[in-house]
C-alpha cells in the first residue's frame, strides 16, 4: 500500500512539475515573443492531452481483451508506449528527484510571490 501511495505522489508531483513550469512562463511573459506563442502552446497541449486519452482509452481495451478474451499480451502500440515510459523514466533516474523537487518548489514559490504582490493594499483611511 506505501508504494502505492509513493508512485501516486511521484505521479502528482511530476504533473504538477508541469503545470507550474506553464505557469510560471505565463506570469513571468511580460514579452510579446511569448504571448504570441502561447495559442499554439496551447492547441500542442490540447493534442497531448487528446493522444494521451486516445492511449488509455487504446490500452483499457487491450487489457480487457488479454483478460478476458486470452488475447496475445504482444502489442506493438503498448510495446512502442512502454519503451517510450521506460527512456523516461531512465532519464529521470539518471537526474534524480532532487532537481524535480527544487523546480516545482521555486516554481510555486515564484509563481505565489507573484501573486502576492499583485493584490491591492486595502486603504486604511
Known amino acids: ?8 505522489l511521484a505521479y502528482a508531483l511530476g504533473m504538477g512539475l508541469v503545470v507550474t513550469a506553464l505557469a510560471v512562463a505565463a506570469a513571468f511573459s ?3 515573443g511569448f504571448r504570441r ?13 487528446l493522444v494521451a486519452g486516445l492511449y488509455v482509452a487504446y490500452y483499457g481495451v487491450h487489457e480487457l481483451r488479454v483478460a478476458h478474451a486470452d488475447a496475445s499480451p504482444d502489442d506493438p502500440v503498448v510495446d ?3 519503451a517510450v515510459q521506460d527512456t523516461l523514466a531512465g532519464w529521470v533516474q539518471a537526474i534524480g528527484p532532487w532537481p524535480f523537487a527544487v523546480a ?10 507573484r501573486r502576492r504582490k499583485r493584490r491591492p493594499v486595502p486603504d486604511k483611511g
Open 37 to 49: 506563442v502561447l495559442p499554439y502552446v496551447n492547441r500542442v497541449g490540447g493534442a497531448l492531452v
Open 80 to 82: 512502442a508506449a512502454a
Open 104 to 113: 516545482l518548489t521555486v516554481g510555486v514559490g515564484l509563481v505565489a510571490l
Open 30 to 32: 511580460t514579452g510579446t
Open 1 to 8: 500500500m506505501l508504494d502505492g501511495l509513493v508512485s501516486f
